[in-house]
Every structure is written in C-alpha cells, then in structure tokens.
C-alpha cells in the first residue's frame, strides 16, 4: 500500500466498527479501570470486544490493499486482547488496597511492645 492510499470499508461496516470501538474505549475508562482496581473484571467490557471482533470480520476484503488492512486490523484487536488479558492478571495478583491496609494495621498490632 502506497502513502497516502486509503483503504475504503463499506459504510455499513465502517459504522459497525466504529460504534463497537466506541462503546469498548466507554466501559474501559468508565467501568472496567475501576474494577481492576479492586482486583476484578469487568464481563461486559469482554463482550464489547467479541462484538469488535465480529464488526470487523463483517468485512470482506476484496484488494490485496483491503486484505492489508484487515490483517492489521485482526492482529491489533489480536495484541489488544493480549493487553487487557495481561491487566486482568496483574489486577488478580495483586493484593487489594484495603486488604492490604488490614494486613499492615494487623502485622502492627501483633508486634510485641517494647517495654
């Protein structure tokens, strides 16, 4: 694909994957952040990638340009996946704050006293 060269979706497909980006990147920063902050996932945000991928495999490349784009675009939601799949152990395997909190607040109070 030469510079400058823009791949053309369909209308409907392009609407398609646009709302369904559009409504993951919502339920992440409204929803899901919040969450794995407390060490949990979020099960609509997981849905809202199916639906990305099933917007973008309702594509049917045509060109060998098309067929570059939707590689792409399959091997982004491929290495997004990857990410999120990342976040949600890393907010499994930590403590949370006030678990942790509680623990601390215990291991002071079980010190013996220096009198």
Request: proline letters at 6%; one cysteine or more.
């Amino acid at each position: 694909m030469s510079c400058g060269t823009r791949v053309r979706r369909p209308p409907g497909v392009r609407r398609k994957v646009d709302r369904s980006v559009a409504q993951y990147v919502v339920e992440v920063r409204e929803r899901e952040f919040g969450k794995l902050r407390i060490g949990c996932d979020d099960p609509r945000a997981q849905q809202l990638i199916a639906d990305i991928f099933d917007a973008v495999e309702s594509y049917s490349p045509v060109t060998t340009a098309q067929q570059s784009f939707y590689n792409a675009a399959t091997e982004q939601l491929h290495t997004m996946v990857s990410e999120r799949e990342s976040r949600l152990d890393a907010a499994e395997t930590s403590i949370p704050k006030p678990l942790l909190q509680l623990m601390i607040l215990f291991a002071i109070l079980t010190l013996p006293s220096r009198s």
